[in-house]
């Protein structure tokens, strides 16, 4: 099991800049990827970055060049910055992580946390 809970979220204009954290608890060992999502009123959950233990970052085309996905070298905290800042970038973000065993994945997410950009 691992817990996560997210901070940071909050209300800016376009061109500011946020960052969000995610605290990990419990078997954060285990955990082989961590990133976070985003989803919008009315769209689905979709992936905005992700980082995994095999040195691989991803992120999504609308956060190329804006967004950073860092993490702490024991692997229980991590955070998004986001800079640059657009009204299409208001979404719910949740924190999210991906624990793979020899007989399964399992993804953990936290609670979301409200990005709102307005113009």
């Known amino acids: 099991q691992v817990q996560l809970v997210e901070s940071g979220g909050g209300s800016v204009q376009a061109g500011g800049s946020l960052r969000l954290s995610c605290a990990a608890s419990?078997?954060?060992?285990?955990?082989?990827?961590m990133g976070w999502y985003r989803q919008a009123p009315g769209k689905e959950r979709e992936l905005v970055a992700e980082?995994?233990?095999?040195?691989?970052?991803n992120y999504a085309l609308s956060a190329e060049g804006r967004f950073t996905i860092s993490r702490d070298n024991a692997w229980d905290m991590w955070s998004l910055r986001m800079l640059s800042l657009k009204p299409e970038d208001t979404a719910v973000y949740y924190c999210?992580?991906?624990?793979?065993?020899?007989?399964?994945?399992?993804?953990?997410w936290g609670q979301g946390t409200q990005v709102t950009v307005s113009s």
């Open positions: 999210h992580a991906r624990v793979i065993t020899v007989v399964a994945s399992y993804d953990y």
């Open positions: 980082t995994d233990r095999d040195g691989r970052t």
């Open positions: 419990g078997r954060t060992n285990r955990v082989y990827a």
